[in-house]
């Protein structure tokens, strides 16, 4: 069971970026899915989430209105565009999946990547 993630990098305060993230072996439709994060010195937290129906996303405060979550069941892959993007969005962001009852449970989900690198700078 492995998720990949790709697409980050160090972008300027206000850039954009787009991370997605595949699954090697299930379809992710059977899942919810979502994307966690973790900045150095700081505790893991749910950055934005899918239910495995696709009801009501779930997004941090922090991110409301600047990312946004979505899924190609087709492609199997998960995608988290992200605008506007501000240096306390720095962190290693990691792909998640799993049986949960809700999309604001992703931080607590059991599948996840090796993560991939967001550095914004001012």
């Known amino acids: 069971v492995q998720l990949v993630e790709s697409g980050g990098g160090t972008v300027q305060a206000g850039g954009s970026l787009r991370l997605s993230c595949v699954h090697s072996t299930f379809p992710l439709d059977g899942f919810a899915v979502g994307w966690v994060r973790q900045a150095p010195g700081k505790a893991l937290e749910g950055v934005a989430g899918l239910s495995k129906y696709d009801r009501q996303p779930y997004y941090h405060d922090s991110v409301k209105g600047r990312f946004t979550i979505s899924r190609d069941n087709a492609k199997n892959t998960v995608y988290l565009q992200m605008n506007n993007l501000k240096p306390e969005d720095t962190a290693l962001y990691y792909c998640?999946?799993?049986?949960?009852?809700?999309?604001?449970?992703?931080?607590?989900?059991?599948?996840r990547g090796q993560g991939t690198q967001v550095t914004v700078s001012s």
């Open positions: 998640a999946a799993g049986f949960l009852a809700s999309a604001d449970e992703i931080k607590i989900a059991p599948l």
